[in-house]
């Protein structure tokens, strides 16, 4: 892609170790698989967006500049979503290889590109002072939370929450928190 405000950095002669770090020191805000070299923007208090994240139970919950977006769970033999509370009950809340998944007969679904836009345009956004916070996403945010605190290992992990959730992942998925939610309309 030729434009004068893009640099395919993985392919330039300049990438550089030391760059590397700079980069993610430096940026405006960092997107991630959550895959290591985003721990340089946390030290530098860097927000991040957190694609494609998995397990639920490792999202980064200690800073307000965080916000997350999960792959999604399916079960195998029916193809049904996972929510929160069925990820708890079978342990996927945490698994940490694709063999215990698979094990589970569990399938893992990327985020599309859609989501991923999604997610960058909310964190712009936010940066920017523009979002506008609705009731009802703030609902569906303390109810996912409420749900992940159910997990026995959530204490251990994780303490006060300060990170979001996608507000379009969370109003897309809200059966996966629980089916009263699909009584709220956050349209």
Same mark, same amino acid.
């Given at each position: 892609l030729e434009h004068s405000k893009i640099v395919d950095y993985a392919n330039s002669e300049d !990438? &550089? $170790?030391f760059l590397d770090i700079w %980069? =993610?020191?430096?940026c405006y805000f960092a997107i991630s698989s &959550?895959?290591?070299l985003d721990? @340089?923007?946390? +030290?530098?208090? !860097?927000?991040? @967006?957190? +694609?494609?994240h998995l397990p639920v139970g490792q999202l980064k919950t200690g800073s307000t500049q965080h916000i #997350? %977006?999960?792959k999604k769970l399916r079960k195998k033999e029916t193809k049904d979503l996972m929510g929160i509370t069925q990820q708890i009950s079978t342990g996927a809340i945490?698994?940490?290889s &694709? /063999? !215990?998944? #698979?094990? /589970?007969?569990?399938e893992i679904e990327n985020n599309?590109? $859609?989501?991923? =836009?999604? +997610?960058? %345009? #909310? =964190?712009?956004?936010? %940066?920017?002072? #523009?979002w506008v916070s609705k009731l009802d996403d703030e609902i569906l945010h303390e109810k996912f939370y409420s749900i992940l605190e159910t997990w026995d290992k959530y204490h251990v992990y994780h303490g006060i929450h300060r990170s979001r959730v996608s507000t379009k992942f969370l109003r897309d998925n809200r059966h996966l928190l629980c089916l009263i939610l699909q009584q709220i309309d956050v349209t």
């Open positions: !990438r &550089s $170790d %980069l =993610m020191a430096n &959550s895959a290591g721990a @340089v923007s946390e +030290v530098f208090r !860097r927000p991040i @967006v957190f +694609v494609n #997350e %977006l999960f945490y698994f940490e &694709s /063999q !215990r998944y #698979e094990a /589970q007969g569990i599309n590109e $859609d989501e991923i =836009m999604e +997610v960058i %345009l #909310e =964190m712009e956004t936010r %940066l920017k002072g #523009e």
